[in-house]
């Protein structure tokens, strides 16, 4: 994959109004080489690693990036990962300044794998990402997820597909 590129992301297929359904084509297995990517920072409230205002949260950012100009529609990714039990990190793929948001630059490698399943099975999975970062004989400094659709549209599509981003040492 090319420095700064995620796999294509199809958003043709949208019957929600939400979410668009997810293909996961090409998305498994593949490694992500980012240098000083952009992506807006966002932090959500939890409790017991349950998200309390990930919609607001995730509405209120989503617009100030399309106000902006910045979304990256083909190249769509938001990274999140549990700080702890009562916060998450979320980061969105942009292509410039937001104002009013925090931007952060990424850089680094990343393997990704995917899962279908109900979010409950985080735990698994994020140990299956570790896993695959040892078989690429790197390690993993973090692992990230890509939550591709809300649990309402998960629900009207029949699948909930989760893409796992494992950051490499």
Request: include cysteine; charge should be negative.
């Amino acid at each position: 994959m090319k420095t700064n590129e995620t796999p294509h992301y199809d958003s043709s297929f949208n019957s929600t109004g939400c979410c668009a359904r997810f293909n996961p084509e090409g998305w498994d297995g593949q490694e992500l080489h980012f240098t000083d990517k952009p992506f807006v920072r966002a932090m959500t409230r939890s409790l017991a690693y349950v998200p309390l205002n990930m919609s607001g949260v995730f509405g209120r950012v989503s617009e100030a990036i399309e106000d902006a100009g910045a979304f990256a529609m083909d190249q769509y990714l938001v990274m999140s990962r549990d700080l702890s039990p009562f916060s998450g990190e979320h980061l969105f793929a942009v292509t410039g300044p937001v104002p009013g948001e925090e931007t952060r630059l990424v850089s680094g490698d990343f393997l990704t794998g995917v899962f279908e399943g109900p979010y409950r099975k985080v735990r698994e999975w994020h140990t299956r990402m570790l896993a695959a970062a040892r078989a690429k004989g790197r390690e993993a400094k973090d692992v990230w997820f890509f939550y591709t659709t809300c649990p309402k549209c998960a629900q009207a599509y029949g699948k909930n597909y989760v893409v796992g981003l494992a950051e490499l040492d």
